[in-house]
């Protein structure tokens, strides 16, 4: 059964939907709305494929794909990132066809070989480099750390199409392919978690790619992404979505992350909840606690944070593991220009607003004040206390 898609006169979509897809890189992201691995065959009187499909999909990609065409009718394989969602199929591609040249950056060779310890007939390409159609042209543009070392965007001028590798995607399954043809409030919420547990740490890359890719004023009809939808109605909305999103983004908006032994450290974030919001109404407050809900849905309500609280009680001297685990994890998404201060219950030695406040600071928030201590279960003295905290971080914000 045919399960290619025509989505211009000269493009095809060849690639896989995953609906029952739930982790991602490892368990590092998790997915509630599957995903696609987009692969997509261009004809001219050459005809190229770019990029291929996840490893567990290499059979059934390779029997799709020969329904659509003679696999020996294939010119040309790009390579837009060699991460295994993207190649994971060329093994068995190039056992059909070995010969056939597959273009990618120098890195891009680099990571391929190391996954795959194939000396395949690898041809390098740079920036401006262009690869010949007959009438019309592929052309290549590095996006170097966008989100790989060998990451490129690949621009087809035949129909103004820019296959833009994971920029602009998201962990999106549809059948449907369009941007306008699927649920908008998903689509966002799904792209921003995109960006925001993937990109963040390349912001200022992202930001530089994107002015320069604009800056060649190249017409855009389709954004075809590597995953999720591809965007046809007004296809640049997202770029510049992008842009607002890499420019040190925050809405008004405070989270407060926590993790409890016996709800005492939970007490007090309800009661800091309480006093941000006598000082100033107009906040979202969001109390998150970060051993129950997932670490992917935390990094995106931070990176739409202004400021963030983190709370914890004290346990061998440390702090407790679902919040160590969330804190390495936010120390490696490099966010800029928000504010953060700590709080927690302990018993006997509360260390643990010490540690979190350093390593708060480490990740490169900017220290509001020393942080709240609570000896054991606060009173109501003692809820008191968190709530005039909450109402002088607000202040110092």
């Not at 401006?128 to 990451?151: C, K, N, R, Y």
């Not at 804190?327 to 018993?347: C, D, I, P, Q, W």
Request: with cysteine; proline share 3%; net charge negative.
């Amino acid at each position: 059964m045919r399960t290619s898609k025509k989505i211009s006169d000269q493009v095809t979509w060849v690639g896989k939907v995953d609906w029952e897809l739930e982790q991602f890189h490892g368990n590092e992201y998790s997915v509630r709305r599957g995903s696609s691995y987009n692969s997509y065959l261009v004809r001219d009187k050459k005809i190229a494929l770019i990029d291929t499909v996840w490893q567990p999909f290499d059979s059934e990609f390779i029997a799709n794909l020969k329904d659509e065409i003679d696999l020996q009718d294939i010119d040309y394989i790009i390579a837009n990132h060699g991460e295994i969602d993207h190649s994971g199929a060329l093994p068995e591609l190039m056992r059909e066809i070995p010969d056939t040249p597959i273009y990618c950056t120098n890195n891009g060779k680099k990571v391929l070989q190391g996954h795959f310890h194939k000396d395949w007939n690898f041809v390098t390409v740079k920036t401006g480099d262009t690869l010949d159609l007959g009438e019309s042209q592929l052309v290549f543009i590095e996006a170097p750390m966008l989100h790989w070392p060998d990451s490129m965007f690949t621009y087809f001028t035949g129909e103004s199409i820019l296959f833009s590798n994971d920029a602009f995607g998201q962990h999106y399954a549809t059948e449907s392919l369009f941007n306008d043809s699927v649920d908008q409030c998903e689509l966002m919420e799904e792209a921003l978690k995109y960006y925001a547990n993937i990109l963040t740490p390349f912001s200022a890359l992202v930001s530089r790619k994107i002015k320069e890719v604009l800056a060649l004023e190249l017409p855009v009809n389709l954004i075809c992404t590597s995953h999720g939808v591809i965007w046809k109605e007004n296809p640049l909305q997202i770029v510049q979505q992008y842009l607002k999103w890499a420019d040190n983004y925050q809405e008004n908006q405070i989270t407060i992350v926590y993790d409890t032994m016996w709800n005492a450290t939970r007490r007090m974030a309800e009661a800091i909840a309480d006093g941000i919001l006598k000082e100033d109404p107009t906040l979202t407050v969001k109390l998150l606690n970060a051993a129950e809900r997932d670490k992917n849905d935390i990094i995106t309500e931070i990176f739409k944070s202004k400021a963030i609280l983190a709370g914890s009680s004290t346990i061998n001297n440390r702090y407790l593991s679902a919040m160590a685990a969330l804190l390495e994890l936010v120390k490696g998404m490099k966010f800029k220009n928000k504010k953060a201060a700590a709080f927690g219950s302990y018993g006997w030695s509360g260390e643990a607003v010490k540690l979190m406040t350093a390593d708060l600071e480490e990740a490169g928030f900017q220290i509001v004040n020393d942080g709240c201590r609570t000896l054991w279960v606060p009173d109501q003295e003692g809820l008191q206390s968190c709530h005039q905290f909450g109402r002088e971080f607000t202040q110092a914000l």
